[in-house]
Structures are given as structure tokens and as C-alpha cells.
């Protein structure tokens, strides 16, 4: 699967390839892709550009304000309940 921008025809935009990418995670992509109204290079794009904290870092919400710091008995407790 080529990861690629709508500019294929400029010079400049470098092309990916993803070699033996698990079917699952294709199709969990594919899902996000359709939420976010992107085709699939797009998609990969954006989640790259997030983790690598690029030009999408500046579209991500501020962090919410807790009202009391977080324990690590509460982070522990969160993931036994299955919400970490």
C-alpha cells in the first residue's frame, strides 16, 4: 500500500510503501479513514503527522484541567476496570 498525498504527480512528495501490514489493523485504518472523511493515505498522514508532532500538533485540543492530581493507585484502578 503506497502512502501518498493528492499531489502524486509532484516531484517533490515522497512515496511509501507498507509491506505485510496485518489485515486487521488495514481494516481498523480503513474505519478511521471513513470517520474522518479521508481516503487511506490521508488517513495515514494525519496519524503520522500527530505522532510526530508536526504541523497536526497545533490542531490538538488543549489538555482538560483535572480537578485533583491523578494517584497511581487511580490509574491502576482505571485499568482493572478496563478504561486505561
Same mark, same amino acid.
Given at each position: 500500500? =503506497? #502512502?501518498?498525498?493528492?499531489?502524486?504527480?509532484?516531484?517533490?512528495?515522497?512515496?511509501?510503501?507498507?509491506?505485510?501490514?496485518?489485515? =486487521?489493523?488495514?481494516?481498523?485504518?480503513?474505519?478511521?479513514?471513513?470517520?474522518?472523511?479521508?481516503?487511506?493515505?490521508? !488517513?495515514?498522514? %494525519?496519524?503520522? !503527522?500527530?505522532?510526530?508532532?508536526?504541523?497536526?500538533? #497545533? %490542531?490538538?485540543?488543549?489538555?482538560?484541567?483535572?480537578?485533583?492530581?491523578?494517584?497511581?493507585?487511580?490509574?491502576?484502578?482505571?485499568?482493572?476496570?478496563?478504561? %486505561?
Amino acid at each position: 500500500m =503506497a #502512502a501518498s498525498t493528492s499531489h502524486r504527480t509532484d516531484p517533490h512528495m515522497a512515496s511509501v510503501l507498507i509491506r505485510n501490514l496485518p489485515d =486487521a489493523l488495514h481494516r481498523q485504518l480503513k474505519r478511521r479513514a471513513r470517520r474522518h472523511h479521508r481516503r487511506l493515505d490521508q !488517513e495515514l498522514i %494525519a496519524l503520522i !503527522e500527530v505522532a510526530l508532532d508536526t504541523r497536526a500538533s #497545533a %490542531a490538538l485540543p488543549a489538555p482538560a484541567k483535572l480537578r485533583k492530581p491523578l494517584k497511581q493507585h487511580m490509574l491502576d484502578q482505571a485499568r482493572q476496570q478496563g478504561r %486505561a
